[in-house]
């Protein structure tokens, strides 16, 4: 791949600030790990989302979207061709009676404010998710039983010749962190939800109550990407991690949290190298013990 070819083409479609050359992944992934991305692009338009896919598409250069980087594990080669981030721009988000847009670079924690102060229930469980909206539509993410399934109503996308889909909530075949785009390398752009008139009073409540119980239980002061695993059918992955006494086991920079087992947090100076390991003790371990295989949430992305 001819690198100086495709930057000169890049800049055709975009500003020079928006491309990134050789940008670290560990400055855009919760894991802070991870090697460099041959480029990073930050498109602000769709016409601009659009011509970077169709460019790649055409000259056969392999690439990703990301959002707020939170459920990534990038390895330590990085990533060869193109890294599309949407959380800069398109994180616009309105509201009207019980409707909100938003488009797919909008954090969770935004939306779920302004549903808030909008009086709107519903979004609650997502609130402190530290995701975008296109990657918690991509893993169908949840929490303290709400998903996003729940509050969909339908998903605007791209497809790889930059075409405009609109999918509803069937349409978009969400189940326990997956959905249509575990499959299609769709784009989000934007998602209407539809959520319920609601008592400010209790959603902050509620919010403040799931808030506090994510940082009671959850080791958010060590970079991580959430759970690492999913929940085995009928099982928690917590829980089988801690009763084959891996609690707190360290692997060099890695180590299975002491505060909570789900979680294989960066204990500072972690290579991704060293997290793949641990994570590979721990499912090794579990299946000996159990004859359960463990299998991840998050997205292991890059090379060697
Ligand atoms: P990224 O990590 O950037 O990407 C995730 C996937 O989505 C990738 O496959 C990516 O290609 C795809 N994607 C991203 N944007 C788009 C787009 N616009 N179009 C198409 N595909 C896209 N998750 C939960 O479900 N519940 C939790 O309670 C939870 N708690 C967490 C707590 C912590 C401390 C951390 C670090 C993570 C937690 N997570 C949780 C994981 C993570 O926050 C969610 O999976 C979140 O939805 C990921 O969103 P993101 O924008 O960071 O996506």
Known sequence: MNKEFIYIELLNILDEESIKVDEPMKKHISFRVGGPADFLVKPRTEEELSN??????????????????????????????IVIELSSNF????????IVKAQSGALLAIIGRNAMKNSLTGFEFAAGIPGTLGGALAMNAGAYGGEMKQVVKSVRLMDTDGNILELSNKEMK??????????????????????????????????????????????LN??????????????????????????????RGAQVSDKHC?????????????ILDLMFVVKSTVNAKFGIMLEEEVKILGED
């Open 52 to 81: 970077v896919i169709k460019f790649a598409k055409k000259e056969n250069i392999p690439f990703m979207v990301i959002g707020n980087g939170s459920n990534l594990l990038v390895k330590d080669g990085g990533i060869r061709g």
């Open 91 to 98: 994180n616009d988000c309105e509201i009207e009676g019980n």
């Open 174 to 219: 969400f189940e326990y962190r997956k959905s249509l785009l575990t499959t299609k390398d769709y784009v989000v752009l934007s998602a209407v939800l539809e959520l319920q008139p609601g008592n400010i009073e209790e959603i902050k409540e509620t919010m403040a109550d799931y808030a506090n119980r994510r940082s009671t239980k959850q080791p």
């Open 222 to 251: 060590f970079p991580s990407a959430g759970s690492t695993f999913k929940r085995p059918e009928g099982h928690f992955a917590a829980k089988l991690i801690d009763d084959c006494g891996l609690r707190g086991l360290t692997l």
């Open 262 to 274: 789900g979680f294989v947090v960066n204990t500072g100076e972690a290579t991704a190298k060293d």
